[in-house]
């Protein structure tokens, strides 16, 4: 009886290990609850705004950004809902995303961006209709950057917007190994 309750034990803090290495959120206020422009969202250019009711408005040259530091290396997902601009009758939008190191945004450098939504660093993504909108950065622990998000064209509202680790493919066999030791000790718990 003890050394299954350690077996059930050791199998159950597997799983629990891996659920622990999941994505966690790092940018703030991804659904844009408090005014842009007061933290932790600023302009940059023109004059996004939010609703507090969950998402931004950015018409074309309006741009904001907020900056995020890194604790681990690794791959990092940046995504985003979209939608056409508030006026009902368009029904395109059009948006670029981009991430910058924070020294080179520090010293003014806006020419070498690393990590950006599309096909090149200065294409914009022209969507009709609601849309998810993904991309990654290679983050580095202890790096700052920038993440900076623009209108063009009919402009385009934003929601939940939102930087999150990528699980890396040790968490997911940790949790198999552990659901797989949950198992195997059921089965031995019904033979015996």
Request: aromatic share 12%; no cysteine; hydrophobic share 40%.
């Amino acid at each position: 009886m003890t050394k299954t309750i350690k077996h059930f034990a050791f199998a159950a803090a597997l799983a629990l290990a891996a659920f622990g290495a999941q994505a966690q959120q790092i940018v703030q206020d991804p659904s844009f609850s408090t005014v842009i422009g007061q933290g932790p969202w600023y302009v940059d250019s023109g004059t996004p705004s939010s609703n507090f009711t969950g998402h931004a408005t950015l018409a074309a040259g309006d741009s904001f950004y907020q900056s995020f530091s890194l604790t681990e290396t690794g791959q990092y997902t940046i995504g985003f809902d979209a939608l056409s601009s508030a006026d009902a009758s368009i029904l395109a939008g059009e948006v670029r995303s981009r991430v910058f190191n924070s020294t080179d945004v520090g010293a003014g450098d806006f020419s070498s961006p690393v990590a950006w939504l599309g096909t090149t660093p200065t294409a914009t993504s022209t969507f009709t209709g609601p849309v998810h909108f993904e991309y990654t950065l290679q983050g580095v622990a202890g790096q700052s950057y920038h993440l900076y998000v623009s209108g063009f064209g009919d402009g385009v509202q934003l929601d939940n917007l939102t930087v999150a680790a990528v699980p890396e493919p040790e968490s997911y066999a940790m949790m198999l190994a552990g659901l797989g030791a949950l198992g195997l000790m059921s089965r031995r718990r019904k033979t015996a």
